[in-house]
T-cell receptor
Framework: KQEVTQIPAALSVPEGENLVLNCSFT??????LQWFRQDPGKGLTSLLL?????REQTSGRLNASLDKSSGRSTLYIAASQPGDSATYLC???????????FGEGTQLTVNP | NAGVMQNPRHLVRRRGQEARLRCSPM?????VYWYRQLPEEGLKFMVY????????ESGMPKERFSAEFPKEGPSILRIQQVVRGDSAAYFC???????????FGEGSWLTVV
């Protein structure tokens, strides 16, 4: 059974800081890994999708890496802004192809 | 291109009533997923459907819950005889196929009083 863990559970940083969010998963037989953002009372916004054959993806100030063999992914946020404050969720899509399994999320606060 | 549309956004039901949540996937998407997020908890998979077929319902409670995705119209998540523990946010997601990016709707917040 796939398990996804995100560390830290919460993070508070001053504006402008670069930061790294961590995600680990127990079963390396994955199709892909997706990072999402969730604002309070809202749905999930897809940030980045990394296929299992890829090692990283970039979108603007965001960079996600994937090391499938060690079961790890990181989300790097450059030059953080108060608008980045949200919960960031990591999810893996198993190779059986039927579902995303989510971590518990990292609650990020960027202070002005 | 409209995103995943869910309605109602907020629903209040008394214990014992039925709740019906609707989801229209993104245009061109034939794969639909339902997830539940209980207060202060993570997202839990419930069911995965393709048109007229339930592919994986291993996350669905055995009783009172059912889902469908008919040939025409939205996907429906139905909860019969609701109890307070059903109060949660129910998220629908869709994709064009296995391994493609999955897009989520804004959720339906169910409150059972």
């Amino acid at each position: 059974k796939q398990e996804v863990t995100q560390i830290p559970a919460a993070l508070s940083v001053p504006e402008g800081e670069n930061l790294v969010l961590n995600c680990s998963f127990t079963d390396s037989a994955i199709y892909n890994l997706q990072w999402f953002r969730q604002d309070p009372g809202k749905g999930l916004t897809s940030l980045l999708l990394i296929q299992s054959s890829q090692r990283e993806q970039t979108s603007g100030r965001l960079n996600a890496s994937l090391d499938k063999s060690s079961g790890r992914s990181t989300l790097y946020i450059a030059a953080s802004q108060p608008g980045d404050s949200a919960t960031y969720l990591c999810a893996v899509f198993g190779s059986s192809g039927s579902r995303l399994t989510f971590g518990e999320g990292t609650q990020l606060t960027v202070n002005p | 291109n409209a995103g995943v549309m869910q309605n109602p956004r907020h629903l209040v039901r008394r214990r014992g009533q039925e709740a019906r949540l609707r989801c229209s996937p993104m245009k061109g998407h034939s794969h639909v997923y339902w997830y539940r997020q209980l207060p202060e908890e993570g997202l839990k998979f419930m069911v995965y459907l393709q048109k007229e077929n339930i592919i994986d319902e291993s996350g669905m409670p055995k009783e009172r819950f059912s889902a469908e995705f008919p040939k025409e119209g939205p996907s429906i998540l139905r909860i019969q005889q609701v109890v307070r523990g059903d109060s949660a946010a129910y998220f629908c997601a869709s994709s064009a196929g296995s391994g493609n990016t999955i897009y989520f709707g804004e959720g339906s917040w169910l409150t059972v009083v």
